[in-house]
């Protein structure tokens, strides 16, 4: 089984920065693929970054050039650092890691989301 606990929401003024973290733990091999999501009220849960099987980034076009994803291997932890805010990126922001299990499969594994709230 494998926990992952999202950390670093709040609410920001429009053109702040928040940076988001994301710790996994418990019994796996290694990740395919971390990746931040997004659910704003209303909408349909939206990819925002993600290093992909192949250790590439991805990103939405609309946080392109203000959001950067990153990683620290030795921690298992993923981060989205959030530059330039606006109210459109308020949403609750979910952690998503894909990982080969310990017995030998893949699975998918979400965290509990945290809210980031923009005003303008």
């Known amino acids: 089984q494998v926990q992952v606990v999202e950390s670093g929401g709040g609410q920001v003024q429009a053109g702040g920065s928040l940076r988001l973290s994301c710790a996994a733990s418990g019994s796996f091999f290694s990740f395919i693929t971390q990746a931040w999501y997004r659910q704003a009220p209303g909408k349909q849960r939206e990819l925002v970054a993600i290093f992909t099987s192949t250790a590439t980034t991805d990103y939405a076009d609309s946080v392109k050039g203000r959001f950067t994803i990153s990683r620290d291997n030795a921690k298992d932890t993923v981060y989205l650092q959030m530059n330039s805010l606006k109210a459109e990126d308020t949403a609750v922001y979910y952690c998503?890691?894909?990982?080969?299990?310990?017995?030998?499969?893949?699975?998918?594994?979400w965290g509990q989301g945290t809210q980031v709230s923009v005003s303008s």
């Open positions: 998503n890691v894909n990982v080969f299990t310990t017995w030998g499969d893949t699975r998918d594994y």
